[in-house]
């Protein structure tokens, strides 16, 4: 009886502490899932083991409206800075780029005029916006040739020379053989926020996710 009262006050302390709990993080796509939160989930789950975090991947769109919502309590966008609806966190550059296969002969930086010449995959992912949004800077609209979701599926695409591609560079997998990077012309640079309302409340596991994931990017710069 004496050890069940000790845990359950233990169990108090921790939730007092923000020890104990649950983060539900959203994720616009593999630039946040792959590239950004693996190892500051790693690493804020080996200081708080008590605190369960669960990961939750869709569009940019969908994240946001999930976060509206409160289905998840934190998420990792694009471009939200300055939007009084939320409170933001800037946590990373990214940038849009072209990938062609490794033999095709094009220019070294990629306008919008020179993927009108080319079988073009427009990703349906959460870079689908901003890159329609680059081609309307040129006012043309993009060559779809095919529409794919999943990075793994592009790359086979582009690297078999079927067709070129933009997606966002975070987004790139450390195996790129057969597969050529090029910058944009004008660059697409993009900006990635870890975002919640500010309604969340002062003393919750979210606070310390929050606070840690800050912690972390000023302890990397």
Known sequence: MQAAEENALASINDLRQNKRGRVRIGSSGPSASTQLLPNVMKRFSRHYPGIALELREAQDQEIIAALRRGEVDVAVVPGLDGD??????????????????????????????????????????????LV?????????????????QQITSILAVVRSGLACSIIAELALPEDLEGVKVLPLDPPAPRSLFLTRL????????VTRFWEFTEQEIYREE
């Not at 329609?132 to 794919?148: A, E, L, Q, Y």
Request: aromatic share 8%.
């Open 132 to 148: 329609r949004k680059w081609f309307g800077r040129s006012d043309t609209d993009p060559r779809v040739d095919h529409s794919i």
């Open 84 to 129: 009084e609806e939320f409170e933001s966190l800037p946590i990373a550059c990214d940038r849009l780029v072209a990938i062609t296969a490794d033999d095709m002969n094009l220019p070294l930086h990629m306008n919008a005029e020179a993927f009108q010449k080319q079988p073009f995959i427009m990703t349906k992912g959460g870079s689908e916006p």
């Open 198 to 205: 500010p309604t969340t409340p002062s003393n919750s596991a």
